[in-house]
Structures are given as structure tokens and as C-alpha cells.
């Protein structure tokens, strides 16, 4: 008892003794948060003077200061010169990449004004390149329609650059000035007479502020000017890099505006109708235009637009359309005695199967929803668009009767491979079900609820499956072995895709159920890994993979979850000590390089060549390929929308022709070996 007492005595003063040391700790914090509360003053406020808010902090302007942050720089100036083309003055626009990694953008509209600004005293083009919010967008008159940050972006440019010059051709005189880092250098000098019109504008980007990177993509750039020919009808726009021994220029120019977009984004497709069916109209001040084609593909590509800007999170325009879209056809189909009365009406996916559309709006005070202006939401667009799109769609549709029939006959087919899909699904809950609740008995899951932690590995076979379920961390790292090379979906029908076991244990391990209730917010897993065999099938059915979920799970693949494995290639060993290789056009370089590094005298060391990932055991595999702290996995993103629906399709589709011309032009880039 004595003991007893004692012990309890002492717990007692030990739990006084940390009950004090807390309180000395909150009187403590209490005591420097007063400290601090006084220091803080007026004399603490910083007011950053002129362009030095866009230094201090660029990626509020341009997103962020990586590549993609660079590249901004270049449409931003590009803007301006749309803007001018956009209000009937400029109609070439030339784009250069300098040896210097530089760049250099020439229109042939009317100039910046160089005339003294009134609310500033300094000449407008000064104004332009040195003030936020400065420029022609802003209800005084200069433009109807624009693009581009809404005013900010050449003073943002100028800011972010080392050195900016511009040289502006205006009423026969030509005026230069020039910057370093948003300040002027000199006041706008006359140079002297001229008998062009336009603006130059030459810069350089800060590398103290784009560290990652300030080299030009040219591909990139290209893309973009490519797209912007597209949507401004008869616009002459070319791009030029400069930096190889031989300049390389691309120039564009369509008549058919977003017309010919369609066609160029079906030219390895097999068409329903020639040409794309285009309307247009205006309405408010609201110019609408809307090109759009049908193929024998089972999936849709919709392209929307507000001011050039490509809105790829849709918005009011893209609802407007799809609406109109969908009540016309049913409307015709009627009427037409195509549907018959007592038969339901097409839904929107039906009538979308299979269709290509570019819809582009100019909106004189468009609104973006997010920073990013990947939305529109303008309330008034979606009726103005419907209206206007319905009606032109009405008369085309009554005007070419066989292309509406093709239409219909398209949309009915859909239809009845969607009610076909709806009954396999259902037969497929019963059977095996799409439900988390009953997952696939080969998934070896992990014990890891949370999905921003856990990991699924998709592996070809049961060798490679058994080698991954043996050497992964059970706790955050999920095992599903895929036999053989999955469905093609690029030429299946949703009730054959539905029907596909492989693919069914996909989407149920996944969560997010498929087709019209996926829901990538139930996603179990944040990491979808594709790792197969470096070898010809290994590499066919990663592109199987990658066309389902592309086509499928397109969410995911957005939201950055889908991930390819790297495997090594080789392993070269000498006594306990390996290097792996991994597959790469200077594979066969290293392999050499390493073996000859790792020659001992007498002693060479030993090369293995993993032709599957069956041929490594589990602690190899592990350490090579799954574990986190050591691992190189590349991550798939969609950067060009358009350009990987052509990629797919001419891979995956049923075209041969332009598959075989794509090998024929890569196959010396192949890594593989056959």
C-alpha cells in the first residue's frame, strides 16, 4: 500500500510539473504574438512601384514560371496582333524564334498609337508596355472583341523580360523604343519615314525568373499558331526557328476557317458526308461559328473557343450547341418518320457518336470562370447559340436530306448499341458486378484506404503479376494482372467494350463506374500505373491501355493520374554490384559505356536483357521499377486534346494507310527490339 502511495504521489507531481511547463508554454506564445503584434506597423507594408507586383509575383499573371509559363509570354504578344486582325486591320502576323532564343512578333495592322497618353503624359505605346491594364480592351473603343489577359499581357511581358523592344509603323513614320526588366530605357524616338503599318515587338525572357527553362518548343508554338489560323478565317500566319543551321518555316492559312479545322482533325478518318457542315450567325454583338462532321468512329471530339481561347472545360456556348444539336435531330428524325412516334427520343450521346465539331464564339466582354479562362460563363451565350446554331442546322438538314438521313441513321444506331450496353451492364452488376463492393478476385489490393496515397500497378500476366504482388508494399500498393492484350475500344461498340472481362476489372478495381456515371472523384487509386514488358506486345498493349483510357477514363488521365512504368532494359552485374539500363535511343551506348566501366582485369561482368518482367524477381523488381524513393515513371498528361484523338485514331482505327505511313516514317526511332 505504502508503494501504491507512492507511486500515485509521484504520477500526481509529474503531471503538475507538464500541466506548469504547458502553461509557461501558452504564456510564451501569447507573450511573442504581442511582440510581434506591435512590430507590425505601417512601415511593414510594402507598395511595389510601376511593373515590380509582376516580378515579385509572375505566376499570378502567366500561371507559373515553368515552360508553360514561358510560352504564355509569346500568345500574349501574339494577342495583340489577333486583336488587330479580329477588328479588320492586320492580316499576316509572322512569329520568329531567334538564335538567341529571343523572340520576335510582326503584324501589318495599324500600330500602337504612339500619340501622348492623357491620363499618363507619356506616349501610349509606352503606356501600353509599362502600365497593368493598360491597352485598347477596355470599353474605349479599340476593340470590339479580344483575346489575351485582358490588357495586361504586354506591360506582363515587358516585366518579365530582360530586355523588350518595339518598333511601331504608323501614318508613314516608324517610332522605336526599348525596356530591360518593365523600365524604359530611353523616351520613344522617331527613327524616320516608312511606307509600312504594323507593330514589331522583339523580347527576351528573364532567366532569373524562368529558371526551369527559356528555350522556345518550336512544335509547341507551332501548334498554337496552327489553331489560330484555324479560328481567324483568311488570317496569314507563319512561324520561324532560327536556331538550326537551316531556319525552319511553317505558314498558315485557311479560308475555311473552322471548316477546314474539321477537316484537318478527320483527315485520317473515314467521313460520313463531304464537306463539314458549316453555320454561323451574330446576334447581340455575338458572332457565332459552328463547323461540325460526322465519321464511322464511336466517339465524339468537341473543340470550343471563346475569343481564341481554347475553352476545354466547355461552358455556355458548348450547352447552347448540344442542346441545339440534340432537339434538331430528334425534331427532324420525327418529322421525318425516321424515329417512329412511340420511340424514345435520341439522347445527346447518341447524337454525338462519332462527331467532330468546332464551335468558336467573339464575345465583346467575355467571362471566364477561373484564372486559367478555361470556361465560359456568360449566361446569354448558351441561348444565343442555340438559336442561332438550330436554325442554320434546320435548314441544312432540310436542304441535304441524304446527309440528314446519314445523320439520324447514325445517331439510331447509337442508340440501340447504348440500350444494348445498359443491358450487359446490368447483367454484369449481377454476374460479377461494377461495384467497389465487389472487387475482382485477382486484384491483390493494398490495405490503404486513402486514394491520394495508394497505387494500382496494371501488369501484362500472371508471371509478372506474381514477381509485382511478391516485391510491393502491401500497404499502399494494389496488384491487377491483365491476361493478354485487352479490346481495342477505338473499334467497339459499348456493349462490346462492356463485355470484356479485362476491362470490367479495370473499372471496377478503379471505382469510378464508366461510361455516363463515371465519376472520377470516387477514383480509388491516384496513381494508375501501366507496366508491361519492354518488348513489341508490351508496348502494344500499353497503346490498348492508354486508347481506353483516353477514350473511357478521360478524367483520370486529366487529373494526372495515370502513370507508364519504366522497367530497365538490361542489367549488367559484377559480383554483388548491378547498373540498370533503362530503354532509350542511347540504350545500346550505355550498355557499352557501363560494361566498360565495370571491366576488372579478367573480370567481366555479366549482361542480362529483360525481355519481361518476368525475368526479374521480386526484390529486383522492386527496386528497379515500384519503389517510390528509387523509381522513374513517366506521367501521361493531355496537352493537345486534338492531337491525341489523330494519334489514337490513326494508331487504333480502322484506316490502315495512315498507320502504315507513320511506321514507315518512325521505325528508326524504334527502341525495341524484335
Not at 499558331?225 to 481567324?232: D, K, T
Not at 538550326?244 to 485520317?268: C, F, M, R, W
Not at 470562370?369 to 442561332?388: A, M, P, W
Not at 477505338?490 to 473499372?507: V, Y
Request: with cysteine; proline share 3%.
Amino acid at each position: 500500500m505504502k508503494k501504491s502511495a507512492q507511486l500515485i504521489l509521484g504520477n500526481k507531481k509529474r503531471f503538475i510539473l507538464t500541466l506548469e511547463n504547458e502553461a509557461n508554454d501558452v504564456i510564451d506564445k501569447a507573450q511573442d504574438l504581442k511582440e510581434r503584434a506591435a512590430e507590425y506597423d505601417a512601415s511593414q507594408i510594402q507598395v511595389l512601384e510601376g511593373l515590380e507586383a509582376v516580378r515579385m509575383r509572375p505566376g499570378m499573371y502567366i500561371g507559373s514560371t515553368s515552360a508553360e509559363g514561358l510560352h504564355h509570354l509569346v500568345w500574349e504578344i501574339v494577342d495583340n496582333s489577333i486583336d488587330e486582325a479580329l477588328a479588320g486591320f492586320a492580316t499576316h502576323i509572322e512569329v520568329f524564334i531567334e538564335p538567341d532564343n529571343s523572340i520576335t512578333v510582326i503584324d501589318d495592322g495599324r500600330g500602337i498609337p504612339v500619340g501622348i497618353q492623357e491620363k499618363t503624359g507619356r506616349p501610349a505605346v509606352e503606356t501600353v508596355f509599362t502600365v497593368l491594364h493598360a491597352g485598347g480592351k477596355f470599353g474605349g473603343g479599340g476593340y470590339k472583341v479580344s483575346g489575351g489577359l485582358h490588357g495586361v499581357g504586354s506591360s506582363v511581358v515587358n516585366a518579365l523580360s530582360t530586355q523588350l523592344d518595339v518598333n511601331v509603323f504608323t501614318q508613314g513614320k516608324q517610332y522605336f523604343q526599348e525596356y530591360h526588366r518593365g523600365i524604359v530605357g530611353e523616351d520613344l524616338k522617331l527613327i524616320g519615314d516608312t511606307d509600312k503599318h504594323g507593330t514589331t515587338v522583339h523580347f527576351t525572357p528573364d532567366p532569373t525568373i524562368f529558371t526551369e527553362t527559356t528555350e522556345f518548343e518550336f512544335e509547341k508554338l507551332a501548334k498554337r499558331v496552327r489553331e489560330l489560323a484555324f479560328l481567324n478565317r483568311g488570317l496569314r500566319i507563319s512561324i520561324t526557328d532560327k536556331r538550326p543551321d537551316e531556319a525552319e518555316t511553317l505558314h498558315y492559312h485557311y479560308e475555311g476557317g473552322i471548316q477546314s479545322y474539321v477537316a484537318y482533325l478527320n483527315e485520317k478518318k473515314t467521313a460520313l458526308f463531304e464537306p463539314a457542315i458549316f453555320t454561323e450567325g451574330e446576334m447581340d454583338g455575338i458572332a457565332v461559328e459552328v463547323a461540325m462532321q460526322y465519321t464511322g468512329d464511336y466517339h465524339s471530339t468537341v473543340l470550343s473557343f471563346a475569343n481564341n481561347i481554347s475553352t476545354h472545360e466547355g461552358g455556355t456556348h458548348e450547352q447552347g450547341f448540344r442542346t441545339a444539336l440534340t432537339r434538331v435531330i430528334n425534331n427532324y428524325a420525327k418529322t421525318n418518320k425516321l424515329l417512329k412516334e412511340n420511340e424514345e427520343n435520341l439522347t445527346g450521346d447518341d447524337v454525338r457518336e462519332g462527331l467532330t465539331a468546332v464551335i468558336s464564339v467573339k464575345h465583346p466582354n467575355p467571362q471566364f470562370e477561373g484564372q486559367t479562362k478555361t470556361k465560359l460563363g456568360n449566361s446569354e451565350v448558351s441561348g444565343i447559340v442555340n438559336k442561332l446554331f438550330s436554325e442554320e442546322l434546320t435548314t441544312f438538314l432540310l436542304e441535304n436530306p441524304q446527309v440528314a438521313r446519314r445523320i439520324v441513321e447514325k445517331g439510331i444506331l447509337a442508340s440501340k448499341a447504348r440500350i444494348a450496353a445498359k443491358r450487359a451492364r446490368e447483367v454484369t452488376r449481377k454476374k460479377s458486378g461494377l461495384e467497389i463492393s465487389n472487387l475482382p478476385g485477382k486484384l491483390a489490393d493494398c490495405s490503404s484506404n486513402d486514394p491520394t496515397q495508394t497505387e494500382i500497378f496494371i501488369v501484362e500476366g500472371d508471371s509478372a503479376g506474381g514477381s509485382a504482388k511478391s516485391g510491393r508494399n502491401r500497404e499502399f500498393q494494389a496488384i491487377l494482372p491483365i491476361r493478354g492484350k485487352i479490346l481495342n475500344v477505338e473499334k467497339a461498340s459499348m456493349d462490346k467494350i462492356l463485355a470484356n472481362e479485362e476491362i470490367r476489372s479495370l473499372f471496377t478495381a478503379m471505382g469510378t463506374g464508366f461510361g455516363a456515371d463515371f465519376d472520377v472523384s470516387k477514383a480509388r487509386y491516384h496513381k494508375l500505373v501501366i507496366m508491361t514488358d519492354a518488348d513489341v506486345d508490351g508496348a502494344h498493349i500499353r497503346t490498348l491501355l492508354l486508347t481506353l483510357f483516353y477514350r473511357y477514363m478521360r478524367p483520370v488521365v486529366e487529373a494526372g493520374y495515370v502513370y507508364i512504368a519504366q522497367p530497365p532494359i538490361y542489367g549488367v552485374k559484377l559480383g554483388d554490384n548491378i547498373t540498370y539500363i533503362q530503354p532509350g535511343v542511347n540504350q545500346e551506348q550505355e550498355l557499352q559505356e557501363t560494361v566498360a566501366s565495370m571491366t576488372n582485369g579478367n573480370r567481366k561482368p555479366i549482361v542480362q536483357r529483360y525481355k519481361g518482367l518476368g525475368e526479374m524477381d521480386d526484390h529486383q523488381l522492386w527496386e528497379t521499377t515500384m519503389d517510390p524513393e528509387y523509381r522513374t515513371m513517366a506521367q501521361v498528361s493531355v496537352d493537345d486534346a486534338a492531337e491525341a484523338d489523330q494519334i489514337f485514331d490513326m494508331l487504333m482505327g480502322d484506316r490502315v494507310e495512315p498507320r502504315r505511313d507513320f511506321i514507315e516514317a518512325n521505325a528508326q526511332y524504334s527502341t525495341i527490339d524484335i
